[in-house]
């Protein structure tokens, strides 16, 4: 392999890793309408019926010059991974900031970064609001595992109020092996915390001109064992009246929004 074709292969892979594919009637129109969403190509089913939802569906793909390909219905239950909610319609949108966490790991300006990491995050409203707080607020990007974790559907989208297809996410397979790399990077190692009711030390003394990595657990079991190896502090945030601990999402806005307030 040439330089000019190992340069085409990472441009090509990186575009790929750029999709994210939707399911549903109703979640890929809701996508579509949105004008700054692109689209790549436009999945249906061979069977479905030419009925107003799926003309409409097509025409704005069509308009936002997306390739349409036809399936069979086993074919397409593959490229949506979701046979039972797929509704016969799949779209590969194409967003930006979405893709591996190699890419960002190896951009020179990244520096002084501030992440957030979800660790077995499973209810798709906490993962989809904590989408909206990490664009909306100071942070430069969400680590999102590919197992474990709620699945970037319906109900994220909706969560995310379409803050989804504006937030950078760095994808991994792993969550622990993907930590691995931050803190092994040889010219800039992060920091991991993670969060826990019981820590000691707490979220307002870690220093903001490091490479901060802050991993928000399961809703019910915290951070995982693997996890947690993986971290160089545990972290609280204080509470009053002998509340034990706060909401995941609401956690992470807090998180997001630190020091701005």
């Given amino acids: 392999m040439n330089p000019n074709d190992s340069q085409e292969y990472l441009e090509r892979k990186r575009f790929f890793d750029s999709l994210l594919t939707i399911f549903g009637r109703k979640p890929v129109l809701e996508a579509l309408q949105d004008d700054s969403v692109k689209i790549h190509r436009l999945h249906l089913a061979s069977s479905n019926r030419s009925d107003g939802i799926i003309t409409e569906i097509s025409q704005l793909a069509k308009a936002k010059g997306a390739e349409i390909l036809y399936h069979d219905r086993q074919e397409l239950s593959r490229i949506s991974k979701n046979a039972k909610q797929d509704q016969g319609v799949a779209a590969d949108l194409i967003c930006s900031a979405y893709g591996s966490y190699q890419d960002f790991l190896n951009e020179p300006s990244r520096k ?150």
């Fill in 112 to 261: 002084n970064y501030q992440l957030l990491a979800v660790d077995s995050i499973t209810n798709p409203q906490n993962l989809g609001m904590i989408i909206r707080s990490v664009c909306a607020g100071f942070v430069d990007g969400l680590i999102l595992p590919e197992k474990g974790c709620a699945k970037l559907d319906a109900l994220v989208i909706k969560a995310s109020t379409g803050t989804l297809f504006r937030t950078r996410i760095l994808r991994c397979k792993q969550l622990h092996k993907c930590l691995d790399d931050f803190r092994q990077h040889e010219d800039n190692p992060a920091e991991v915390y993670g969060l826990s009711s019981h820590a000691k030390n707490q979220l307002k003394d870690v220093p903001s001109d490091l490479a901060n990595i802050f991993v928000l657990g399961n809703e019910t079991h915290g951070v995982s064992e693997h996890v947690a190896e993986r971290c160089n502090k545990m972290l609280a945030i204080p509470m009053n009246n002998d509340v034990e601990s706060l909401n995941v999402a609401v956690t992470a806005s807090l998180i997001a929004f630190r020091g701005q307030i």
